[in-house]
């Protein structure tokens, strides 16, 4: 098990989150997107960009997730494509996306997006707050501890199909 991070849009905050855990779970962490990244020097993190143009580093991270692997990532249609293909999805905000809610979560955003081309301000999502920051955290940690045996970074034989 891997875990993709959509690192263009990826806050800060969270991309250090997940180069702790890399380090201390041993793991393999890798960034995705179309922008030179910093990645600190860690054989468990890597960064790799892909060419410019829309969709690009989505299409990339659908292609290489294998079933289990996580990815972290905010866009919605790129959650479904993960999930579609046995991946598990955590936003930064620390809320997984699953079977049971992408749909609901694909509706919403098309709508917006409707309402959006249409010319109604719809406004952006709020600023990522200590508390999502914590919450990501906590997610993390609970679907590594469940999903990953401790410092070998081994996939556990136990593994359970939710998030």
């Known amino acids: 098990m891997q875990i993709w991070v959509d690192a263009d849009a990826c806050p800060k905050v969270i991309k250090e989150i997940l180069f702790r855990a890399a380090d201390r779970r041993q793991m ?3 960034l995705v997107a179309n922008k030179l990244l910093y990645c600190p020097p860690s054989k468990f993190i890597r960064a790799m960009q892909v060419p410019a143009g829309f969709d690009v580093a989505d299409n990339k991270i659908v292609q290489m997730t294998e079933a289990g692997d ?9 959650a479904a494509e993960v999930i579609a293909r046995g991946g598990h999805v955590l936003n930064p905000r620390g809320e997984f996306y699953t079977k049971d809610t992408i749909q609901e979560r694909l509706t919403m955003r098309n709508f917006m997006d409707g309402l959006r081309s249409s010319g109604v301000e719809t406004g952006g999502p709020p600023t990522l707050s200590q508390s ?3 919450a990501f955290a906590n997610q ?3 679907f590594l501890a469940k999903h990953v045996r401790p410092s070998t970074g081994s996939v556990r034989t136990d593994v359970s199909g939710d998030g």
């Open 70 to 78: 996580l990815v972290v990532t905010a866009d919605i249609p790129l």
């Open 132 to 134: 999502d920051r914590q």
């Open 28 to 30: 393999q962490v890798t």
């Open 140 to 142: 993390l940690d609970r």
